[in-house]
């Protein structure tokens, strides 16, 4: 029997390969290959898609995170309120902007950066809370703002798994001050390749940010600041924009699976990831938490199916951050997490088929107390 795929990225093309091959050749045969009209078409749609008035097109995730930042004027000697429990790019833009990273320990039912955290976290050197909505669930924006608010700091979101999701009814991408998202192929809106936007409805940070990704001009040869540069490629914008028209339908199938796992895997012995009630989760990742999960991992492997770990090292264990010398001790859920976390197969291309026999190999496995501590 074949494998059941993480994620089938090549099926997400061949679904709209006639559209998305009509648009890389507009823009072969257009002449402009560096920003233009492709480029501002995409963030047009997506500044609508995310309902904020202002989208700026950029490299990367990494990137976006770092321009938000970099637009909010965060520099060395501030601090950044960051998750214990993130990918490493969430601390990684701080880091680039010269500032600390302080890390605050997730809500273990929803996983996201704990509100009621927050506040005992916040110095007077603190500028920025920096929340990211992880596995597709919006984090708690509502709380968020609020300390925000009341402490005058800007709140950064890191939407990179987040595209489609909402928040009370309202898509994530307009909420913070500014919205950083990845296009990342796997991401649940993906390029063909590195692609990258921030979201905001404050034309005056927009302003900032598309100067700062153009090496801090406006006007060519005319640098009025120290930018980088970190340009959505054109290419990607049309493929982007291709995309975009069929990302809610892809969001759908991905919440019709995640539903399926969540009937099919109770009674199991593990912890599930939360149905948001009021908001809804993009699904980009369907996270379970047991103990044994290796070797609930080396079962589903040897059943032929693949799995990931989000994330196996958390970014106080890395070395890069060995410097900051934070402990296990201090971070106990973030460490605890990294032991725990499974991912099961989830995306749009995803047949029900192998999503039952997923279910049918961890209840297998459950069943056989596997999952046992
Ligand atoms: C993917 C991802 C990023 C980084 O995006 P890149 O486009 O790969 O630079 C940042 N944060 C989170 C949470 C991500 O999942």
């Not at 110095?123 to 809370?129: A, G, Q």
């Not at 898509?171 to 809106?189: Q, R």
Request: proline share 6%; charged share 20%.
């Amino acid at each position: 029997m074949r494998d059941v795929p993480f994620l089938d990225l090549r099926a997400g093309y061949l679904e709209l390969q006639p559209a998305i091959d009509a648009a890389v050749g507009r823009v072969l045969a257009s002449g402009t290959y560096i920003l233009g009209s492709e480029v501002e078409a995409f963030e047009q749609a997506f500044a609508t898609f995310c309902e904020a008035t202002q989208a700026v097109g950029v490299a990367n995730g990494l990137d976006a995170l770092r321009l938000a930042l970099m637009a909010l004027d965060v520099r060395p000697g501030d601090e950044v309120i960051v998750p214990s429990n993130t990918y490493i790019a969430t601390w990684l833009a701080v880091t680039l902007c010269g500032a600390t990273p302080v890390p605050v320990e997730p809500d273990p039912v929803t996983c996201n950066i704990d509100p009621k955290k927050i506040e005992s976290a916040i110095t007077s050197r603190t500028r920025v809370i920096l929340a990211v909505h992880l596995y597709g669930l919006p984090a708690e924006l509502g709380p968020i703002l609020e300390i925000a608010r009341r402490h005058d700091l800007r709140v950064v979101e890191d939407a990179a798994q987040a595209h489609g999701a909402r928040y009370r009814g309202q898509p994530v991408g307009g909420h913070g001050d500014a919205v950083a998202w990845s296009f990342y192929p796997s991401k649940n809106l993906g390029a063909l390749g590195d692609a990258g936007a921030v979201t905001t409805r404050d034309v005056g940070l927009a302003e900032r940010i598309r100067e700062l990704r153009n090496y801090g001009s406006r006007v060519k040869y005319v640098n009025d600041r120290i930018g980088i540069n970190s340009r959505l490629d054109p290419v990607q914008a049309a493929v982007l924009s291709v995309k975009l028209a069929h990302l809610d339908l892809w969001n759908e199938r991905r919440q019709e699976i995640a539903l399926r796992y969540l009937s099919g895997l109770q009674g199991c012995n593990l912890i599930l990831p939360v149905l948001p009630v009021g908001d809804r989760s993009a699904w980009h990742l369907f996270t379970i938490r047991c103990v044994n999960r290796d070797r609930l991992q080396a079962w589903l492997s040897a059943d032929g199916i693949q799995t990931g770990i989000h994330y196996p090292i958390p970014p106080h264990r890395q070395k890069a951050y060995a410097g900051l010398q934070f402990s296990d001790a201090a971070l106990p859920l973030a460490t605890q997490m990294a032991g725990t976390t499974l991912s099961l197969p989830i995306g749009p291309h995803l047949a029900q088929a192998d999503v039952d026999r997923v279910i049918a190999s961890v209840c297998r496995a459950s069943h056989s107390g596997l999952l046992d501590a």
